[in-house]
């Protein structure tokens, strides 16, 4: 597609719940970032995947949160046992090759209540 | 590891202002640089970059210079719009990952 999109645009889920969200990067990309947006902050590095590799996880907060893309192209990230802290706008990202500027979805905004 | 520090906001101008939004970094080797705005309810658009040190980054009258002696990487205007009026990030890519590290982010408000 002609952006990075991502899905659902809002999501509200009920503390304990398990959540998905997905992203669609451009397509070629090879690489594909997952970001944190707290309210009022910068991003936050989550993940990193390479194709269908995910090579860098060093961001994920916890080991409820996971990430995939197993044919290298779409990505979920999952959320499971959602905490209120966890609420977030969560950003995807997709690049044609490391270092270069990368191109943002427009996020999904979880709200944990 | 790497940071970015921008300066405290918000920043509140006139039109047709000068605008400054420092940003000054740590890391190691040689990063690049760059800059990115957020339009309310939107992503994050790159807005410019610089790979090297002495590069000027440009675009939509936006410029930037890669100052390694000072690690800084402060965004300039001459003349602001009310279309200006978003929030303004600084990032940097290490050479030891391909991770963006964000600062806090500025927010820009420009008045009629």
């Known amino acids: 597609g002609a952006g990075v999109s991502q899905s659902p645009r809002y999501k509200v889920a009920k503390r304990g719940q398990d959540v998905a969200l997905r992203c669609d990067p451009i397509s070629g990309h090879v690489s594909l970032f997952w970001y944190q947006q707290a309210l009022g902050q910068g991003p936050e590095f989550l993940t990193y995947?390479?194709?269908?590799?995910?090579?860098?996880k060093s961001g994920l907060p916890s080991d409820r949160f996971f990430a995939e893309r197993p044919e290298g192209s779409v990505s979920t990230l999952k959320i499971q046992r959602t905490q209120q802290e966890d609420s977030a706008v969560y950003l995807c990202?997709?690049?044609?090759?490391?270092?270069?500027?990368?191109?943002f979805g427009s996020g999904t905004r979880l709200t944990v209540v | 590891g790497d940071s970015v520090t921008q300066m405290e906001g918000p920043v509140t101008l006139s039109e047709e202002a000068f605008l400054t939004i420092n940003c000054t970094y740590t890391?190691?080797?040689?990063?690049?640089l760059f800059w990115y705005v957020q339009y309310p309810g939107e992503g994050l658009q790159l807005l410019l970059k610089a790979t090297k040190a002495d590069d000027k980054g440009s675009n939509k009258g936006f410029e930037a210079t890669y100052r390694k002696e000072t690690t800084s990487f402060h965004l300039e205007k001459g003349s602001v719009q009310v279309s200006d009026s978003a929030v303004y990030f600084c990032?940097?890519?290490?050479?030891?990952?391909?991770?963006?590290?964000f600062g806090e982010g500025t927010q820009l408000t420009v008045n009629p």
């Open positions: 995947f390479q194709n269908e590799a995910q090579l860098d």
């Open positions: 990202a997709s690049s044609t090759r490391v270092g270069e500027g990368y191109t």
């Open positions: 990032a940097l890519s290490g050479t030891s990952g391909s991770r963006l590290t």
């Open positions: 890391a190691t080797g040689y990063p690049s």
